[in-house]
């Protein structure tokens, strides 16, 4: 079986003043308890560990217990000051047998469960490091940034065939992550540190291999007000064609 770690510490400013954002409701559930459902959902995972604020660990820990998440293995830790600290306090509370970790935003409470199946399915054939990801609907263009309210150079158009937009849950072979977040931590405390925004970064950055699967435009990260507003939409939708 799988374990996956629910980094849910950070407080995301973006979404507007008010409480952390994966305690923000959605449907009359914090976005935390759908991300947690959605990943309870598949059979391949047995073990959630939730990292969250470390003021909050027996907030968190009733508010999943009162939304009847009793099904599986739900633990909650304190998380850290930054994303890739309470991954790997996540980490850390999880069995050292269980060779497959996922790591998934509580931000994004709509993944589907057969994106969760194919991250898992995608380790177990043999990769390290698994991501989800969409193709890109719109343009992009590389620009050279300057300072706010003026504009900015571009500097070329990369081609949008070769560019994916990455989700989560991300999946990796558990001495995998294990070991770039070992070499991360080792390189903070000598001064320095590796500018990732993701687990699957950091397994690029230390020279892993990273592969791509299918992604679902449900799993989209809910950051601002208006991401809050589609995922109503698509939660309606859901509860209204099969009781979601």
């Known amino acids: 079986m799988a374990a996956a770690v629910v980094p849910a510490a950070g407080r995301g400013e973006r979404l507007g003043p008010g409480a952390p954002k994966a305690l923000r ?15 309870a ?7 959630v560990v939730v990292a969250a604020p470390p003021q909050g660990v027996a907030e ?34 999880i ?8 790591v998934h935003d509580a931000a994004r409470p709509l ?5 969760v199946d194919a991250v898992v399915a995608a380790v177990r054939a043999g990769a390290e490091a698994v991501v989800p990801a969409v193709p890109l609907a719109d343009t992009v263009k590389r620009v050279r940034p300057v300072a706010a309210g003026e504009p900015e150079p571009v500097l070329d158009t990369p081609d ?28 903070e405390a000598a001064g320095g540190s590796p500018v990732v925004t993701d687990d699957a970064g950091l397994v690029e950055y230390y020279g892993g291999r990273v592969v791509v699967v299918p ?3 449900e799993a989209f990260k809910v950051t601002r007000p208006l991401d809050l507003v ?15």
């Open 25 to 39: 409701d959605l449907g009359g559930a914090p976005l935390l308890v759908h991300a947690v459902r959605a990943l």
């Open 41 to 47: 959902r598949s059979r391949a995972v047995g073990l």
């Open 60 to 93: 968190v820990l009733s508010l999943l217990d009162s939304h009847g998440l009793d099904g599986k293995d739900i633990r909650v830790v304190a998380g850290g000051a930054t994303r890739q600290e309470s991954v790997r306090l996540g980490l850390a509370a």
């Open 95 to 102: 069995p050292e047998s269980t060779e497959i970790v996922l």
């Open 111 to 115: 993944v589907p469960v057969e994106v």
């Open 160 to 187: 949008r065939a070769t560019l994916r937009a990455v989700q989560t849950p991300q999946g990796f072979r558990r001495e995998t992550l294990a070991e770039v977040h070992a070499k991360a931590l080792t390189e």
């Open 215 to 217: 992604g679902h435009e």
């Open 230 to 244: 589609l995922a109503e939409a698509v939660l309606a939708r859901r509860r209204a064609s099969d009781g979601f």
